[in-house]
């Protein structure tokens, strides 16, 4: 698996890997989601977004993953909510 992030245009979704302890784990987040919670245009590139908030993003696989998550992990609007 490589582990450079891309955008599958069929699924309209980031695909990346995130490292847990040591092994890739495949993960995606829809345009939309990323849109809608990071505000950005309509017409805001996913790979650029994916990479501003990057760090958000893979901890949010990585909480998921410890919850009981099987990969490949499907990031929700929810996920990357901050707890209100």
Known sequence: MS????????????????????????????????????RTAEDADPLTTYGQHIEQIHAAVRHRLGNGSLEPVLLREYDLRAPG
């Open 3 to 38: 582990d450079a992030a891309f955008f599958h245009h069929a699924s309209g979704a980031v695909r990346f890997s995130v490292s847990v302890e040591g092994q890739p784990v495949g993960a995606s987040i829809g345009s939309n989601i990323l849109r809608h919670v990071f």
